[in-house]
């Protein structure tokens, strides 16, 4: 079974400050990696994917992620943090074997300080 | 401009009482989904559809039910609420065109409270 963690629960930056969010996943075969976005009261809006192909992905909002087999890991990276991007990141882990359907990690959610 | 509605948004109802939850998709994807939103658990996958008249569960089906009898809806039913599915609920779609392309679209989200 496909299993998805996030480390982190809480993380402040300040505004400006680059960020890291950790993303590390089990699963058998080669997994379709997602991070996915949601806003206070809102849905969630996918920012970037990962299927095969360059292990960078580039994503929308200046949001980047790499794949890292070696480490089962999909870190998502944004270098410069504006105060909108106060939220709480998922990340997700699909596989056609099991129907592409998502299995989502615990989120993580993102404080900016001003 | 397609879009994926959920209503209610807001919804209090008692214990025992049978709540059913709409989805509504104008993508015309063949997959829908739902998930319960619970803190420190993320999503978690309650039942799914791949098309009319097919349903599965996921992995927190047990008091929910789905059916699908056409490409737009998948309502959520919760036979009999019990205080456990307090949870904000998203719906999802994706489009089925047989790759791991698949990208899911999510609806603004229903807040369920049982009292």
């Known amino acids: 079974a496909q299993s998805v963690t996030q480390p982190d629960i809480h993380i402040t930056v300040s505004e400006g400050a680059s960020l890291e969010l950790r993303c590390n996943y089990s699963y058998g075969a080669t997994p379709y990696l997602f991070w996915y976005v949601q806003s206070p009261g809102q849905g969630l809006q996918l920012l970037l994917k990962?299927?095969?192909?360059?292990?960078l992905v580039q994503g929308i909002k200046g949001f980047e992620a790499e794949f890292k087999r070696s480490q089962s890991s999909f870190n998502l990276r944004k270098p410069s943090v504006h105060w909108s991007d106060a939220a709480e990141y998922f990340c997700a882990v699909g596989a056609r074997a099991a129907g592409n359907k998502l299995t989502f990690g615990g989120g993580t959610r993102v404080l900016v300080k001003p | 401009d397609a879009e994926i509605t959920q209503s209610p948004r807001h919804k209090i109802t008692e214990t025992g009482r049978q709540v059913t939850l709409a989805c509504h998709q104008t993508w015309n994807h063949n997959n829908m989904f739902w998930y319960r939103q619970d803190l420190g658990h993320g999503l978690r996958l309650i039942h799914y559809?791949?098309?009319?008249?097919?349903?599965n569960k996921g992995e927190v089906s047990d008091g929910y039910s789905v059916s699908r009898s056409n490409t737009e809806d998948l309502p959520l039913t919760l036979e009999s609420a019990a205080s456990s599915q307090t949870s904000v609920y998203f719906c999802?779609?994706?489009?089925?065109?047989?790759?791991?392309?698949?990208?899911?679209?999510f609806g603004p989200g229903t807040r369920l409270t049982v009292l």
């Open positions: 559809s791949y098309g009319v008249q097919d349903t």
């Open positions: 999802a779609s994706s489009d089925q065109k047989g790759g791991p392309t698949d990208t899911q679209y």
């Open positions: 990962y299927f095969s192909g360059d292990t």
